[in-house]
């Protein structure tokens, strides 16, 4: 009955700690008629290019982090805010994802 939803167009977003999300589908909240509950992938993160630590930083994509932060969910009710509200109130703005430069992680993954 709570199927998700694919979206139509790429959105993506970044929080305080540079990491930059891309919303991929939302469904309704089981408890609530009024809310939905936004699902968000991790693209890439702001941290050290190379894995030998020689200062450079950029943008890595997902690979390079934990698994805990690769997904985030957050909850808008279109009745009481906007998408824009709900993702700010949740420390992310939305980004136009071509004026970042993300570099493919090179080191191992476990």
Do not use: C
Not at 61 to 77: A, G, P, R, W
Not at 87 to 108: A, R, S
């Amino acid at each position: 009955m709570w199927k998700n939803l694919e979206l139509y167009s790429d959105t993506y977003v970044k929080n305080s700690d540079n990491m930059i999300y891309k919303l991929t589908d939302f469904r309704q909240l089981q408890d609530s008629e009024i809310g939905f509950l936004f699902s968000m992938e991790l693209v890439a993160g702001y941290d050290y290019i190379n894995t030998d630590y020689n200062n450079v930083q950029g943008y890595v994509s997902k690979e390079n982090f934990v698994e805990d932060v690769h997904s985030y969910d957050i909850t808008f009710y279109p009745l009481a805010e906007t998408l824009k509200e709900a993702l700010e109130d949740n420390d992310f703005e939305i980004i136009n994802i071509n004026d970042y430069t993300i570099h493919q992680f090179k080191g191992d993954v476990e």
